[in-house]
């Protein structure tokens, strides 16, 4: 068997969520106010977010040139931190915890392909990051991964299973490396 990309269908499997109207205006109003170096007020970017369906908490950072794929599948909780250059490329469900930080250069990636299908069909699944958890920079998150409360991506990391709650994991492929914060009595 052999690839024939000639014979992908770029819509078969994929929910854009919007018409291709809404999608162009966001694409551009992304480029000036998102994608920008510009230091653009982070209320501003918030509220822009918000008008095109995002799902945006209170004392939310975004800093500059953050590229938000489609804000209407995007949910960020309260006082999270999406640091310089993130990319978000969210075909499906992103969901990022109040008190996250998503540091500067990571990509959430819920897009893939069936490296087994001639076709090379989709094969997208959301990403969850859990409240409080800290992905690092340059890291890498694949699609279906979940990532607990309170666990730590180490930068670099290229994480494409789950990480459990208060884990911390490093590496890549990204491996458990212990606890992030030690128990009331000093324990692990």
Same mark, same amino acid.
């Given at each position: 068997?052999?690839?024939?990309?000639?014979?992908?269908?770029?819509?078969?499997?994929?929910?854009?969520?919007?018409?291709?109207?809404?999608?162009?205006?966001?694409?551009?109003?992304?480029?000036?106010?998102?994608?920008?170096?510009?230091?653009?007020?982070?209320?501003?970017?918030?509220?822009?977010?918000?008008?095109?369906?995002?799902?945006?908490?209170?004392?939310v950072?975004?800093?500059?040139?953050?590229?938000?794929?489609?804000?209407?599948?995007l949910?960020?909780?309260?006082?999270?931190w999406?640091?310089?250059?993130? *990319?978000i490329?969210?075909?499906e @469900?992103?969901? /990022? %915890?109040a008190? +996250?930080? =998503?540091?500067?250069?990571? #990509?959430?990636c819920?897009?893939?392909?069936?490296?087994?299908?001639?076709? *090379?069909?989709?094969?997208?699944a @959301?990403?969850? /990051? %859990?409240?409080? +958890?800290? =992905?690092?920079?340059?890291? #890498?998150v694949?699609p279906?991964?979940?990532?607990?409360?309170?666990?730590?991506?180490?930068a670099?990391?290229v994480?494409?299973?789950?990480?459990?709650?208060?884990? =911390?994991?490093a590496?890549?492929?990204?491996?458990?490396?212990?606890?992030?914060?030690?128990?009331?009595?000093?324990?692990?």
């Amino acid at each position: 068997m052999k690839t024939r990309l000639d014979q992908f269908d770029a819509e078969k499997g994929l929910d854009r969520g919007r018409s291709k109207l809404v999608e162009a205006v966001w694409y551009l109003l992304k480029c000036v106010f998102l994608l920008s170096a510009l230091p653009w007020p982070m209320g501003l970017k918030a509220k822009l977010l918000r008008a095109f369906g995002a799902k945006v908490g209170e004392g939310v950072v975004i800093k500059p040139r953050v590229n938000v794929h489609f804000p209407w599948k995007l949910k960020v909780g309260d006082h999270a931190w999406i640091g310089e250059e993130v *990319f978000i490329l969210n075909f499906e @469900p992103v969901k /990022i %915890g109040a008190q +996250a930080c =998503i540091s500067q250069r990571a #990509f959430l990636c819920t897009g893939n392909h069936d490296y087994r299908d001639p076709q *090379f069909s989709y094969r997208n699944a @959301p990403i969850t /990051i %859990g409240s409080g +958890a800290w =992905i690092g920079a340059g890291v #890498f998150v694949g699609p279906g991964v979940e990532v607990g409360e309170e666990a730590v991506a180490a930068a670099g990391s290229v994480i494409t299973r789950n990480v459990p709650a208060n884990t =911390i994991v490093a590496g890549n492929p990204a491996s458990e490396r212990g606890p992030r914060w030690k128990s009331e009595d000093g324990r692990n």
